[in-house]
């Protein structure tokens, strides 16, 4: 099972400066990388060379230097900060569907050479491989992170600054909201990457988040509400694309507006999706299950749906890591792969896969630069980047109205899907839609469905695409890494919605 | 491994003293040193070998009531002398807190040799003998035709050896492994799958259950769910397989932690000594079972560990505190401490007497939960709703299985409508409970 968590993300119909598609592809100098290595081109071949020692047809060495801050405000005080450094390094070798890995966060030559040789074993032939090639720099000379005032060069008192903004803003929203934590977190990841195809790359890659989450009260009941931002963004972010205020501001009154929301219904209804962060839906429900591995595997219900329609024709989906400063977006992939805009669904019919080099080997599918890792000592996999349903022809008012009495997601928490294409994901606002309009708001849900059946029942698609919060996370085989999601808004003909009235 | 662990001790108290050197007023520094061998194994061949060891620092300052925190991958003394210099600076900036502060010096002390948390046997496996397990799990499970595709076997391995140094004076340290097996599987044609898997996770080698034992579970409760129905949105009883209870106990973990309960995200906040569920629920935390995942002979404050009942006959008796959060709440650590946070030891659901097979005999209609997808679980609220696989139950037999229906309703309705606590609970994982039986909750599916 694939699991997306987002820290309760939302996503409101009527945002101003909602996360509209960025139109410009606009790139920028790339932050400064620094070696924090110490293994030479030279150093680095002699590695590649040993990992082939058993007869490997391909290895790989990864090294990851990361720093990362926290602050963490709440019962009124910037209560704890915390620094963290990690370094490391990880040496793979494929020996045709196989994969040998050994990491260290010993960088000292011994160590990676033993992790070489960990990885090595997996190909046991007597014969060695092929030489290591020269090494050759492709590192780029652009970036996709817009990154005006680095986070890693800020002041601490900055951070805490915006910290204490969106605290205050979030305190000060309503009478009713009883406790509020805020939660600023930035990181600076420096990777290299060199392999016995003769790559050797780097990436500086940078990433802020700012979250804040309001526990309302009234009548001794209590709810929460929870919103945040961020990206592969400078602290520029704050002022000119999201400020802490809004932050504060909105998860107060998500928190305020649950007190007065009912259960939700129970049963099949129409479901009409806000646009944003309901792209959940399409991360769950075609994303996980167009990743590579799974078709190689079989174990996905798409493996043998390439060219076929599981769709409605109005259903078009991408995935794309290049679009500037998302938090799903990179330069290279964690392969080296410079990644590019992949179609997976057009007009409902399936046309593509997201590749990882493993797997794109094993089934000589074209690379899509999709392989990712949550760290240095992980393996890479196939994952989603920024997964989004491309935008209809139908104006947003028209879908609502024309639904007579349905069910409306304003905000959603998360979801989870697994290969057979059963998926759900969790509502944490919506509505009950009565004759075309949004009445009483409505509490927790789950939805559920599957995924061929409810991608035929999507019948009508906005032209609003936007994008939901830059605060979500995706889980695979234990790894986590950062995505972002879109879609415009969307009517389901009908889904089993899990109230309780 | 072993004979490094002199000098994790004396990295970690040299530290502690370099800490009150820049001028903190106490200190806290743990370090942690793992071997991990991971091997999946699919169809017959091994997939992916992962073999590694590393190391962590983790440190707390605090100086003027003001904490602050640092870890590092990097064991460089250089890199970890400048990040307490750092965390005492950064530590400067905060606001101080009346409560922060280490733990005091505890002295009870727990015999780490006797919690049984190390099994030399795992560090003697050789890879062949290990992947060997993975590969004979795999094969014994795809022996049965019913089963059409694997994700494969795993067998993973752990050692640990961990180290605490504190300016109270506190240095503790002890060695940990784990072993664990299993496998995931799939039945039925491509458009008609069903999933499962099963696995078994021990700190001894010879607890383990065996390839054959894990195949079969693996296998049974996969075949279980061919050919299901999706049922009438309704209101039923609901049976929790041991699995299932697993998470509810999780849920409920989240909703008694001390940390939880001053930022009032629980809705058990305030409702300490009240009845909260009915005569059938007692819940325990106890660190000190032998052998036991959740056993440890202190927590990250320091503190030893206990056995603390946290519900005893439908009465809550105890949050789950480290010392912050016991301190603010005027309570007593539990010697819960995971981190910065709150984390369960053993955190379990105490068993009943009746069997599994008598609960569902005893059912006229309802749902047996095995599997469940999504999140979906609100503290603040105790709210639940979940997509949900299971097995429909009519006249006390098992009919059909269930699939894309979702269940919900609230853990506080849940603990009072407890009917029936069954007679077998295992420690699979550190939360964990029998087999339950939950008089009402509402299945939605047509």
């Known amino acids: 099972m694939h699991d997306k968590k987002l820290p309760r993300p939302t996503t409101k119909r009527d945002s101003p400066n909602g996360n509209a598609v960025p139109l410009g592809r606009s790139l920028n100098s790339p932050l400064p990388y620094v070696d924090h290595f110490g293994l030479s081109p030279a150093d680095l071949r002699g590695v590649l060379q040993l990992a082939l020692a058993s007869g490997g047809d391909f290895a790989e060495v990864f090294m990851e230097y990361r720093t990362y801050d926290f602050i963490n405000m709440e019962e009124d005080i910037i209560k704890e900060t915390a620094e963290a450094v990690s370094i490391g390094l990880g040496v793979r070798v494929i020996h045709g569907d196989r994969t040998g890995f050994g990491y260290t966060n010993d960088l000292s030559l011994d160590k990676v050479r033993k992790a070489a040789q960990t990885a090595a074993a997996i190909a046991r032939s007597k014969a060695a491989g092929a030489p290591a090639p020269v090494l050759r720099d492709r590192t780029r000379t652009s970036s996709r992170y817009i990154v005006r005032r680095p986070a890693h060069r800020a002041s601490l008192r900055a951070k805490m600054a915006l910290v204490r903004e969106a605290y205050a803003a979030a305190q000060g929203f309503d009478k009713r909201i009883a406790k509020v934590k805020a939660h600023y977190s930035d990181s600076l990841k420096h990777i290299c990457i060199a392999n016995s195809e003769g790559l050797l790359v780097r990436d500086t890659r940078p990433m802020v988040k700012l979250v804040c989450v309001a526990i309302s009260e009234k009548d001794g009941k209590r709810e929460s509400g929870y919103w945040g931002g961020g990206g592969r963004v400078g602290m520029e972010y704050f002022r000119d694309v999201l400020t802490p205020r809004r932050i504060g501001e909105e998860a107060a009154r998500e928190a305020v507006l649950l007190l007065g929301a009912a259960n939700a219904p129970a049963g099949e209804m129409p479901i009409v999706l806000a646009p944003g962060h309901s792209g959940v839906l399409i991360h769950e429900a075609v994303g996980h299950l167009l990743e590579a591995d799974f078709s190689r595997k079989k174990t996905s219900v798409f493996w043998n749906k390439m060219g076929k329609r599981v769709g409605s024709p109005l259903v078009t989906i991408y995935d794309d890591p290049t679009i500037p400063s998302f938090r799903g977006s990179y330069n290279i992939d964690d392969e080296g792969t410079t990644p590019r805009k992949t179609l997976l669904i057009e007009k409902g019919v399936v046309r593509g896969l997201l590749q990882d080099k493993l797997s794109s080997r094993l089934m000589r599918g074209r690379l899509t630069g999709h392989g990712r890792r949550q760290d240095y000592s992980c393996a890479p996999i196939p994952r989603m980047a920024n997964t989004y349903i491309a935008a209809g022809d139908d104006a947003p008012e028209d879908i609502l109205r024309s639904v007579k009495k349905g069910f409306y997601v304003a905000s959603l928490s998360g979801g989870q899907v697994e290969d057979s294409g059963k998926f759900t994901f969790s509502v944490s606002l919506g509505y009950l839609i009565e004759d075309g309009k949004l009445t009483a708001p409505v509490k927790q849900a789950t939805l559920i469905g ?30 986590d890494v950062p995505v972002t999601d879109g879609c415009p808004t969307l009517r389901i003909e009908k889904m089993t919605v899990g109230g309780t009235s | 491994m072993k004979k490094e662990a002199p000098a994790l001790r004396d990295l970690a108290e040299s530290l502690v ?145 961990s180290v605490l140094a504190m300016t109270n004076g506190f240095v503790g340290e002890y060695a940990q492994t784990y072993c664990g097996l299993g496998v995931g599987l799939q039945a039925g044609d491509t458009d008609n799958r069903v999933e499962d898997s099963w696995s078994s996770s021990k700190r001894h080698f010879k607890d383990l259950e065996s390839p054959e034992a894990i195949a079969r579970k693996a296998v049974e409760r996969t075949v279980r769910q061919l050919k299901p129905r999706k049922v009438k949105t309704q209101n039923v009883p609901v049976i929790f397989e041991p699995t299932q209870t697993a998470w509810l106990m999780g849920f409920l973990f989240g909703c008694v932690t001390g940390t939880a309960v001053y930022q009032k995200a629980t809705f058990l906040e305030g409702k300490l000594g009240q009845r909260i569920g009915n005569r059938l629920v007692t819940v325990v935390d106890n660190g000190l079972i032998p052998g036991e995942l959740g056993s440890h002979p202190f927590d990250s404050d320091g503190l030893p560990s206990r056995r603390t009942v946290v519900v005893e006959r439908g009465v809550l008796k105890n949050y789950l505190c480290n010392h912050y959060a016991a301190r603010k709440l005027r309570l007593e650590s539990t010697g819960n401490a995971d981190g910065n946070g709150v984390g369960p030891n053993n955190f379990y659901l105490e068993p009943g007497t009746v069997t599994p097979k008598d609960i569902v005999a005893g059912t006229k209609k309802g749902l047996i939960l095995i599997r469940t997808l999504g999140h979906g679980l609100n503290s603040v609220t105790g709210d639940i709703s979940r997509g949900a696989f299971g097995l429909w139950v009519e006249d006390g037999e098992i009919a059909y299985p269930v699939s894309e229906v979702t269940i919900s309703g609230n853990l506080g309705k849940i603990l009072e409508g407890i009917e029936a606590v069954g007679n077998d609970l295992e420690f699979h994982s550190p939360v964990t409970g029998p087999t339950v039986k939950v008089a009402e909750m509402t299945v939605a599916g047509e």
């Open chain 1, 450 to 479: 599957t995924n061929i059946d409810i991608l035929n029942k999507i019948d009508r698609v906005g032209s609003d695409l936007e994008f939901g919060l830059q605060t979500g996370t995706c889980s695979k085989e234990g790894q």
């Open chain 2, 17 to 161: 003293v370099f800490a009150r050197k820049c001028g903190a007023d106490e200190a806290e520094v743990s370090v942690s040193d793992g071997y991990e061998f991971n091997v999946d194994v699919r169809k017959g061949r091994i997939e992916t070998l992962i073999e590694a060891g590393s190391r962590v620092c983790g440190l707390r300052v605090i100086k003027d009531k003001k904490t602050a925190f640092a870890s590092s991958s990097d064991l460089d003394m250089g890199t970890l002398k400048r990040l307490v210099r750092n965390a005492v600076r950064r530590a400067e900036l905060g606001n101080p807190d009346e409560f922060a502060g280490l733990a005091p010096l505890s002295k009870e002390r727990v015999d780490a040799a006797a919690l049984r948390l190390y099994d030399p046997a795992i560090i003697a496996l050789d890879s062949k003998t290990k992947i060997g397990l993975a590969l004979t799990t795999e094969r014994a499970a795809l022996c049965d035709k019913r089963i059409t595709n694997s994700y494969g076997a795993t067998f993973a391995s752990n050692e640990i050896r």
